[in-house]
């Protein structure tokens, strides 16, 4: 049974200035799914990520969310309409506590609203909930990373989308935080993932699209058995 769309990108284009580095990318996501978005270096998924979330602006296309039309929109209107996006090496205030590295994601919220959802978002993290009034220092390097994912979750987004959030982190560590994406998806949120680690992202997401040279050249489930290969195909196929 598909699932209802959450977000429908159609045709989008984007990059820097006059550099153009998305052409005409289409992807859809429905609520409580995990896409995983792969690709070489370069191929343009972090810009896509970033239009999305509205710190890019798009030259041509539509994102609608929900049905709506929400291109346009800057990144704060679009954190608003549920749209969080941790981005890659996103470092928290080491000098902060935890909970006020929490407390700054969630800023624009009403003080007990906050309070609500930084609990919320706690849940997600026993190991870093144990450590609240700690500073971010003092985290490990994992855990620094969960808190990253913990304050896009402040947002209570309906669409969580992460990139590389493996960057520096052991094997182990690697598992625990792509653990959590299944459970929010379970709760119905849309996470659309960027990963290095092609693995560990096919073993995490329920679809899989992969982009290179700012074109989307391959979509499937990731239940088809021979999706390694397949992708394989398609990324050199698109070079
Ligand atoms: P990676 O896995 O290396 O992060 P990516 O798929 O996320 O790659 P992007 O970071 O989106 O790719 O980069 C796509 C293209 O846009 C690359 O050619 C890159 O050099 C270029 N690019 C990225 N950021 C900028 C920028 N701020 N100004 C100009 N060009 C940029």
Redesign the pocket.
Known sequence: SAAETLIEVKDLAS???K?G?LHGVSLAIGKGEVVALL??????????LRTISGLLPASDGTIRLDGRDVRGSDARAMVRAGVAHVI?GHRVFTQLSVTDNLLLAGYYLPRAERAARIEEALEYFPEIAAKRHEKGAALSGGQQQMLAVAQGLVQRPRLLMLD?PSAGLSPILVDRVLNVLGRLASAGTAVLL?E?LIEKALATANRVYA?TQ?RIVFEASTSEPDIVAQLEHAYLGGK
């Open positions: 990059g820097y200035g550099i580095v690709g070489p270096n370069g191929a343009g998924k972090t810009t896509l890659e590389e960027v290095q982009l700012g």
